[in-house]
């Protein structure tokens, strides 16, 4: 079988002597690539590293903790004690969040959750951050809400909750809070309500 010019020049050993034919363009191109990536993903290596010492360095660990503790409590009650969900949930809030849940646990949410014999346990699932500007970031928080009641028991997977979040003499605590899980009936896992232009509804199991 004839061989053609380009295939005979590409299959033939060099002489001694004599240069080695050069690589196809195919194969230098497909070089240059593979250098390019792996440079690429050095540098990205590279960043990730530095932004995950900065997220160590800047104490976000402590909003994010922080953030998780209220979303947990927001979501957790029972009828046996609700006090104690007030009272946790207060101690984590500030500002005008604070005031309002403070008056819609008096004025109806604490005896609801008495009345329909409720308990509620929130798990945590992730907290997503913004960056820290002048004490203040948002959060926000996904959790599982296992709840039972009069109604039976229920649990509503994949609750988002949006915390603005502000540094109060060291400590982070929430200042309003937005149910983020539009359309699904949710709620706060059937608890709490709230969004930043009213004041807290409520709905228990």
Known sequence: MAVSEPDLAATTPAREGQPAPPAPRGRRAA???AIGL???FAIAAS???VLLAQDDDGGRDALRAAAGEFGEALVTYDHADPEA???????RSTGSFR???DDAFDQGLG???TELQATSQGFVKDVYLTEVEEGQALAIV??????????GPRTVYDVYVRLTMIQVDGRWLVDDVTDLSFGSGAGLGDGVTTDTTATPTTSVP
Do not use: N, P, Q, W
């Open 31 to 33: 070089l240059v690539v």
């Open 38 to 40: 792996a440079v690429a």
């Open 47 to 49: 960043v990730l590293a």
């Open 85 to 91: 969900h007030r009272d946790a949930v207060l101690a």
């Open 99 to 101: 005031t309002e849940y």
């Open 111 to 113: 005896k609801l959750i």
């Open 142 to 151: 996904v959790m599982d809400v296992e709840s039972d009641g009069s109604g």
